[in-house]
């Protein structure tokens, strides 16, 4: 399996060049050029399977330049210890019909891990057959999540830094706890001065930025990077998606053929964009439900075909969602396009020119067979939050919440009664106060005695939230965005 730039589609390089670089030089995204197939048999296997032995059905189709015993040992050094006793997505059944797919039993909880524990060793491997011996400098913009889960995966791997920017006042006050109080002798963590977009538009331009690279390269070090613009990052979460379905096979609320939807709170797209590569290799999806919240940008490209990020930004409860530029929809657009690397790269530099562009009636047509969109401000969010717990006793954080909410608007306006899994992100205790908010219309200020609440509420208290409490701040940077390429220079120094 090769791998090819969504903005130029003569390059052709294996996973692990891909894994290592992260960006393709132009500033395009690595895509394969061709979806594997996996049949109903070998589907309808997987519900037998382990989360692990389904991992390598699904990874092992795209990392063919993995040997068997290497993608093993990433598989297994990810997902046999480092989560909890419920396992690495297990299904929560809210109705007959309703599933809610658990993804926050890693060690940050939150979606992020499942990518980013197993990550770390796809590069380990990946530097050996490139030859590699700089030292890789993993960059990381985060609206929240990401940054913990990359600091909890990098931090102190051998021949390898990470740094992470994340927007000031622009994350939880939890998420922002878990990464500045991050230990590890590899670990940087600075606060921009913006908002998420601010803080990733200023990596990618660090990483297109020649002058930085030479000047790292002259201290024997390289840029990589752990969002999800890393394929990496992307396909492990392709997985999830099969295991979910087997899961449902496994339980006896599907029969093997039967489609299913999925309900995803997407900001950046790449989550529901493993979903669609699921659906591309086989797995029979009726719809792929997006979910956003009050930043809309993605509903209103959905219905309109127009993908428009001049608007106004805000901050919400579901922060994670944050974002008006959606990076991994340009992997979609390559798709939608049939692999038109051209239309594609001019679309990218009419987004970066004048904050939109829009796509062509065909694509248009492909893109709402697939899938359908929805935002829930923030009123229908704590609503969410409070109906499930009101109605299930399930206890769910902002981000899922969003889902739940699109969802519940879905199947008033369609009647569409598909079995559906609903992908739940992080877990409440990261975000404690909204919960609290919604639920008793009050909460303490203080988010660690949010988080006791909550506990009293009879929902299990993961460790790391008791631990969080007492950890010593040990990141206190904060810059400018047009400063983010001299902090990393003299971060490394």
């Given at each position: 399996?090769?791998?090819?730039?969504?903005?130029?589609?003569?390059?052709?390089?294996?996973?692990?060049?891909?894994?290592?670089?992260?960006?393709?030089?132009?500033?395009?995204?690595?895509?394969?050029?061709?979806?594997?197939?996996?049949?109903?048999?070998?589907?309808?296997?997987?519900?037998?399977?382990?989360?692990?032995?389904?991992a390598?059905?699904?990874?092992?189709?795209?990392?063919?330049?993995?040997?068997?015993s290497?993608?093993?040992?990433?598989?297994?050094?990810?997902?046999?210890?480092?989560?909890?006793?419920?396992?690495?997505?297990?299904?929560?059944?809210?109705?007959?019909s309703?599933?809610?797919?658990?993804?926050?039993?890693?060690?940050?909880?939150?979606?992020?891990?499942?990518?980013?524990?197993i990550?770390?060793?796809f590069?380990?491997?990946?530097?050996?057959?490139?030859?590699?011996?700089?030292?890789?400098?993993?960059?990381?913009?985060?609206?929240?999540d990401?940054?913990?889960?990359?600091?909890?995966?990098?931090?102190d791997?051998?021949?390898?830094?990470?740094?992470?920017?994340?927007?000031?006042?622009?994350?939880?006050?939890?998420?922002?706890?878990?990464?500045?109080?991050?230990?590890?002798?590899?670990?940087f963590?600075?606060?921009?001065?913006?908002?998420f977009?601010?803080?990733?538009?200023?990596?990618?331009?660090?990483?297109?930025d020649?002058?930085?690279?030479?000047?790292?390269?002259?201290?024997?070090?390289?840029?990589?990077?752990?969002?999800?613009?890393?394929?990496?990052?992307?396909?492990?979460?392709?997985?999830?998606?099969?295991?979910?379905?087997?899961?449902?096979?496994?339980d006896?609320?599907?029969?093997v053929?039967?489609?299913?939807?999925?309900?995803?709170?997407?900001?950046?797209?790449?989550?529901?964009?493993?979903?669609?590569?699921?659906?591309?290799?086989?797995?029979?999806?009726?719809?792929?439900?997006?979910a956003?919240?009050?930043?809309?940008?993605?509903?209103?490209?959905?219905?309109?075909?127009i993908?428009?990020?001049?608007r106004?930004?805000?901050?919400?409860?579901?922060?994670?969602?944050?974002?008006?530029?959606?990076?991994?929809?340009?992997?979609?657009?390559?798709?939608?396009?049939?692999?038109?690397?051209?239309?594609?790269?001019?679309?990218?530099?009419?987004?970066?020119?004048?904050?939109?562009y829009?796509?062509?009636?065909?694509?248009?047509?492909?893109?709402?067979?697939?899938?359908?969109?929805?935002?829930?401000?923030?009123?229908?969010?704590?609503?969410?939050?409070k109906?499930?717990?009101?109605?299930?006793?399930?206890?769910?954080?902002?981000?899922?919440?969003?889902?739940v909410?699109?969802?519940?608007?879905?199947?008033?306006?369609?009647?569409?009664?598909?079995?559906?899994?609903?992908?739940?992100?992080?877990?409440p205790?990261?975000?404690?106060?909204?919960?609290?908010?919604?639920?008793?219309?009050?909460?303490?200020?203080?988010?660690?005695?949010?988080?006791?609440?909550?506990?009293?509420?009879?929902?299990?208290q993961p460790?790391?939230?008791?631990?969080?409490?007492?950890?010593?701040?040990?990141?206190?940077?904060?810059?400018?965005?047009?400063?983010?390429?001299?902090?990393?220079?003299?971060?490394?120094?």
């Amino acid at each position: 399996m090769l791998y090819t730039s969504t903005r130029d589609s003569s390059l052709k390089y294996s996973a692990a060049k891909c894994f290592v670089q992260g960006l393709s030089v132009e500033g395009g995204l690595f895509v394969p050029e061709s979806f594997p197939e996996i049949c109903l048999d070998e589907i309808a296997a997987m519900s037998e399977m382990s989360y692990s032995e389904r991992a390598f059905k699904v990874l092992s189709r795209y990392l063919t330049d993995f040997s068997q015993s290497e993608l093993l040992d990433c598989i297994n050094s990810a997902y046999n210890t480092k989560f909890d006793e419920m396992g690495v997505a297990p299904l929560h059944y809210v109705d007959d019909s309703t599933a809610v797919m658990e993804l926050y039993h890693g060690p940050t909880l939150a979606f992020k891990d499942v990518a980013l524990q197993i990550l770390p060793h796809f590069l380990k491997h990946a530097k050996v057959k490139e030859n590699e011996n700089a030292l890789i400098l993993i960059l990381v913009a985060t609206s929240g999540d990401t940054g913990k889960a990359a600091l909890e995966g990098f931090s102190d791997v051998e021949g390898m830094g990470i740094s992470v920017f994340f927007p000031n006042e622009g994350v939880s006050k939890m998420q922002q706890a878990q990464m500045c109080t991050q230990e590890g002798n590899n670990v940087f963590v600075c606060a921009v001065n913006g908002n998420f977009d601010d803080a990733q538009t200023g990596v990618k331009k660090i990483f297109a930025d020649t002058s930085i690279k030479e000047d790292l390269l002259k201290q024997n070090i390289k840029l990589s990077s752990a969002n999800s613009i890393n394929w990496g990052r992307l396909v492990p979460q392709v997985v999830y998606y099969f295991s979910a379905y087997a899961d449902m096979i496994k339980d006896k609320k599907i029969k093997v053929g039967d489609k299913v939807n999925f309900v995803v709170p997407t900001g950046n797209f790449g989550d529901i964009l493993a979903g669609y590569y699921a659906m591309k290799m086989g797995l029979p999806v009726n719809k792929l439900i997006c979910a956003s919240n009050k930043n809309k940008v993605l509903t209103e490209f959905f219905e309109t075909g127009i993908y428009n990020a001049n608007r106004e930004f805000f901050k919400t409860q579901s922060p994670s969602m944050d974002i008006l530029i959606s990076s991994n929809l340009e992997r979609l657009l390559y798709d939608l396009s049939g692999k038109d690397d051209t239309f594609v790269a001019s679309l990218m530099g009419q987004l970066k020119e004048n904050g939109e562009y829009k796509i062509t009636d065909e694509m248009f047509k492909e893109l709402t067979s697939v899938f359908a969109a929805g935002y829930a401000d923030e009123e229908k969010t704590a609503s969410a939050i409070k109906k499930m717990w009101q109605e299930n006793s399930y206890c769910i954080d902002t981000h899922t919440a969003v889902g739940v909410a699109v969802y519940e608007d879905y199947k008033k306006g369609t009647n569409d009664n598909t079995p559906t899994v609903l992908l739940s992100t992080a877990s409440p205790y990261k975000f404690p106060h909204a919960v609290l908010e919604a639920i008793f219309n009050k909460a303490p200020v203080d988010e660690f005695d949010a988080a006791d609440e909550i506990k009293k509420m009879g929902v299990k208290q993961p460790k790391q939230i008791a631990e969080l409490k007492t950890k010593p701040v040990l990141h206190k940077a904060v810059c400018n965005k047009e400063d983010m390429p001299k902090t990393i220079l003299n971060a490394v120094k």
